[in-house]
């Protein structure tokens, strides 16, 4: 089983930056395309940053422009650096394989944006 361990999360003023770790248990991470998720109260977990088999990324509209999604394969390290950042992006933040493949998630890390 392929285990995710989210951290980095925090209070945050709006506009400010936080920057997002998720080590990933799996010898294979270097092959898996991954993607950050993030669920906020009320809502259903959405993806905000993802990863592609031809080595591009996407993002949310909401995002696009300040989230920048990146790894360390040596690490087996997902990132996911966010700036200028808005209350609405308040959430618990996950990372897994996207597209989902149907692994756990972990406990991920909660991001806060208030004044």
């Known amino acids: 089983q392929v285990l995710f361990v989210e951290s980095g999360g925090g209070l945050v003023q709006p506009g400010g930056s936080l920057r997002l770790s998720c080590v990933v248990s799996?010898?294979?991470?270097?092959?898996?395309?991954m993607g950050w998720y993030r669920q906020a109260p009320g809502k259903q977990r959405e993806l905000v940053a993802g990863?592609?088999?031809?080595?591009?990324?996407n993002y949310a509209e909401s995002v696009k422009g300040r989230f920048t999604i990146s790894r360390d394969n040596a690490k087996k390290t997902l990132y996911l650096q966010m700036n200028s950042l808005k209350p609405e992006d308040t959430a618990v933040y996950y990372c897994?394989?996207?597209?989902?493949?149907?692994?756990?998630w972990g406990q991920g890390t909660q991001v806060t944006v208030a004044s």
């Open positions: 897994n394989k996207a597209p989902r493949v149907g692994f756990n």
């Open positions: 990863e592609t088999s031809g080595d591009s990324t």
């Open positions: 799996t010898s294979i991470f270097s092959f898996l395309t």
